[in-house]
């Protein structure tokens, strides 16, 4: 009774994620598949640009009861050249006032990009790739910037246990949270995706954050 129980709510949150990927207007492919297992969600197929992928994604973890999700979808994009993608690239970047783009090097491999450099700030790394993971012809973005530290391991801690205890969609009694050096550890149990991504994001907004570890569970 149990297994089919399971097997129930598999089928129906895949169908719950399937007509959320299918209203949102920013997905225009009919080739993307999902499968459903414990709450984890696997996307397959195909579609035209990076920031598609990304849009399937972001609505799976939309839908209630997704633990995860393995984003396995291939993007295959009007055909661009890399040298056509690079030269777009740095462009972005330098219309971009958020982006010191002079401290940031693009590298370009069959419509794969990758950002390289070291900044002050996590919305300047985060910046740069948004800047560029639009552009025609990009199939993914490798995103490897260091963001350098500008307060102590303890100053981070208190900054985001703080932000978490403002956050009105966070309960930040169930959220524990370390940090050494640029990396900040979070881990604990929250009711939905989106709590655990709105924990995430307080986590990633303190200064010199470079790395954050969710190990945050969802049970619904």
């Known amino acids: ?23 949102d207007p920013e997905i225009s492919s009919t080739d993307i598949s999902v499968d459903a ?14 920031p598609e992928k990304t849009a399937a994604e972001k609505a799976a973890k939309r839908v209630y ?14 055909s661009v050249t890399d040298p056509e993608i690079a030269k777009t690239a740095v462009f972005a970047l330098e219309k971009n006032v958020n982006v010191p783009d002079d401290k940031i090097k693009i590298t370009v491999k069959e419509g794969w990009i990758t950002l390289e450099g070291r ?25 490897v910037i260091e963001v350098k530290p500008t307060v102590s391991p303890t100053q981070v801690k208190t900054r985001i246990e703080e932000a978490l205890r403002r956050s009105a969609e966070v309960d930040a009694r169930r959220i524990s949270v370390d940090a050494h050096d640029s990396t900040v550890r979070i881990w604990g149990n929250v009711r939905s995706w989106a709590e655990k991504q709105e924990a995430e994001r307080a986590a990633w907004a303190a200064p010199g954050v470079s790395k954050v570890e969710n190990l945050i569970s969802v049970i619904p």
């Open 1 to 23: 009774m149990a297994a089919k129980s399971s097997n129930q709510a598999d089928a129906d949150i895949r169908g719950s994620v399937v007509r959320e990927i299918d209203w």
């Open 119 to 143: 900044v002050d700030w996590q919305f300047q790394k985060n910046a740069a790739e948004a800047a560029v993971r639009n552009l025609a012809g990009v199939r993914g973005v490798t995103d």
């Open 37 to 50: 297992q414990d709450g984890v969600l696997t996307l397959t197929g195909f579609v035209r640009s990076y």
């Open 65 to 78: 009861g997704v633990k995860a999700v393995a984003n396995d979808i291939k993007v295959e994009p009007l």
